[in-house]
């Protein structure tokens, strides 16, 4: 049976994940939880990599990150995830220099139940595939992307989509912040 993604208008699921949020010693994890989230009373964004230790993963985590600050002034709380385990994304960190200080926690998703929930993972390898959520102030899932395994994605159009998201307004094509919206 094929995995059904979780989609726009759904409820994001509840989840309590270790993250990985230092590399100072004693000070790497962090419990994170849905309901944490949910009662900063801001907008989430949670982007999924596939595996720790490889190649197109950490140029996006270091472009999420070198746009971490665009995520705060927007009132959202970023978010990376995986299905490796809290020590690996604690390794990795500690081994890539891009990884080092990174301003986001990276969620550790060992039991991949979080990923099935969502309906990202990969039948073969059961790894998540890139999978993007923006996740409004009350929980609901308003714009989900999902690339294949071998593609990077576009933090610039994670920003473009929350901006016209936060606006609550019709927005057209190729629409950017501070360009006029539609009215019906």
């Not at 995995?3 to 590399?23: D, Q, W």
Request: charge should be negative; proline fraction near 3%.
């Amino acid at each position: 049976m094929k995995n059904v993604i979780l989609s726009v208008g759904s409820e994001f699921p509840e989840f309590k994940k270790t993250a990985v949020v230092s590399i100072e010693k004693g000070k790497e994890f962090y419990e994170l939880s849905s309901e944490e989230l949910k009662a900063s009373g801001k907008w989430m964004v949670m982007f999924w990599w596939p595996k720790d230790f490889t190649f197109v993963c950490p140029t996006e985590i270091a472009e999420f990150n070198k746009h971490s600050q665009d995520f705060v002034d927007r009132d959202a709380i970023l978010i990376g995830a995986s299905t490796d385990s809290e020590f690996v994304h604690a390794a990795w960190r500690r081994d890539h220099e891009d990884l080092r200080d990174l301003k986001f926690p990276m969620l550790a998703d060992t039991s991949k139940s979080l990923a099935d929930e969502l309906g990202i993972l990969e039948a073969n390898e059961k790894v998540a595939y890139r999978a993007t959520y923006i996740v409004d102030p009350q929980g609901i899932v308003r714009w989900v992307s999902l690339y294949d395994l071998s593609v990077g994605r576009s933090v610039k159009e994670v920003l473009r989509v929350l901006d016209a998201l936060q606006t609550d307004e019709l927005c057209p094509c190729n629409w950017t912040k501070g360009e006029a919206t539609l009215t019906a």
